[in-house]
């Protein structure tokens, strides 16, 4: 029998890692899809390339749970549309950070543990 303890659903399921980069690639500032990709890109030292279509995705469903808002940028040329993190998108950003470090604590205190 599996038991999971805790007090926010959210917080208990590990993020995607796009979904994860692209709250992260929001974090420090708002930025339109294709800066959003390049910043992703960046941010994975290029391991992780987002198609369009995966990006865009991402960014309704996160809409749809709150977490990012759409941001109105003076550069309006393009009518590039601009997102940011919602307090809410915040704080699983942190929770997700906070369970990848006990994670990554606990599986390093095992690696020290069995070296020979």
Same mark, same amino acid.
């Given at each position: 029998?599996? %038991? +999971?303890? !805790? ?7 590990? @993020?995607t890692?796009?979904? &994860?980069?692209?709250? *992260?690639? #929001? =974090?420090?500032?708002?930025? %339109?899809?294709?800066? #959003? ?6 941010? !994975?030292?290029?391991r +992780?390339? @987002?198609?369009?279509? *995966? /990006?865009?995705?991402? /960014?309704?469903?996160? @809409?749809?749970?709150?977490w990012?808002?759409? &941001? ?10 601009a997102?940011?993190? *919602? ?5 699983? #950003?942190? =929770?997700? +950070?906070?369970r ?5 604590? /606990? =599986?390093?205190?095992? #690696?020290?543990? !069995?070296? +020979?």
């Open positions: 029998m599996r %038991h +999971v303890i !805790s007090n926010n659903i959210d917080a208990a399921r590990p @993020l890692e796009p979904v &994860f980069l692209i709250l *992260t690639g #929001l =974090a420090d500032q708002p930025r %339109h899809g294709y800066a #959003l990709m390049q910043e992703i890109e960046q941010l !994975s030292n290029g +992780v390339i @987002l198609s369009t279509g *995966t /990006l865009y995705g991402a /960014l309704r469903r996160l @809409l749809e749970q709150g990012i808002e759409r &941001f109105a940028q003076e550069d309006t040329s393009r009518e590039k549309q997102y940011r993190l *919602t307090r809410e998108g915040r704080r699983q #950003l942190q =929770a997700e +950070v906070e990848m470090r006990q994670v990554t604590r /606990l =599986a390093a205190a095992r #690696l020290k543990g !069995s070296e +020979v």
